[in-house]
């Protein structure tokens, strides 16, 4: 059993940066897609970036490429989401969840993690003046 909690959210001025912690309790230091997604009121959940544990292997959706990076620590199996020239668009809850093998990073961030089995609590983040 994968129990993941997620820490690092706060509020930004537009610019800003944040890095986002994902905490796992359970084996997940290889063969899992493992992600960050992310929902604002009223809106469907987007996903934004999923790597595969144990490999060099990511995906980032459109609306965060060259501004997000994804990376997993597997000494203290941590998942990290660096936030770098936030926009307000960006303001949103934003999970981790996991997935073991087999699974396609392509299919879990365009499908907004659907099919993702172990999903955090989520913390938010907002991006204002």
């Known amino acids: 059993q994968v129990q993941l909690m997620e820490s690092g959210g706060g509020s930004v001025q537009p610019g800003g940066s944040l890095r986002l912690s994902c905490a796992a309790s359970g084996y997940m230091t290889t063969g899992y897609c493992v992600g960050w997604f992310r929902q604002a009121p009223g809106k469907e959940r987007e996903g934004v970036a999923a790597l595969l544990t144990g490999d060099r292997l990511t995906f980032y959706g459109d609306s965060v490429k060259g501004r997000f990076t994804i990376s997993h620590d597997n000494a203290n199996n941590t998942l990290y989401l660096q936030m770098d020239s936030l926009k307000p668009e960006d303001t949103a809850t934003y999970y981790c969840?996991?997935?073991?093998?087999?699974?396609?990073?392509?299919?879990?961030?365009?499908?907004?993690?659907?099919?993702?089995?172990?999903w955090g609590q989520g913390t938010q983040v907002t991006v204002s003046k």
């Open positions: 969840a996991a997935l073991h093998t087999p699974c396609s990073l392509i299919q879990g961030v365009t499908s907004g993690g659907l099919g993702y089995t172990y």
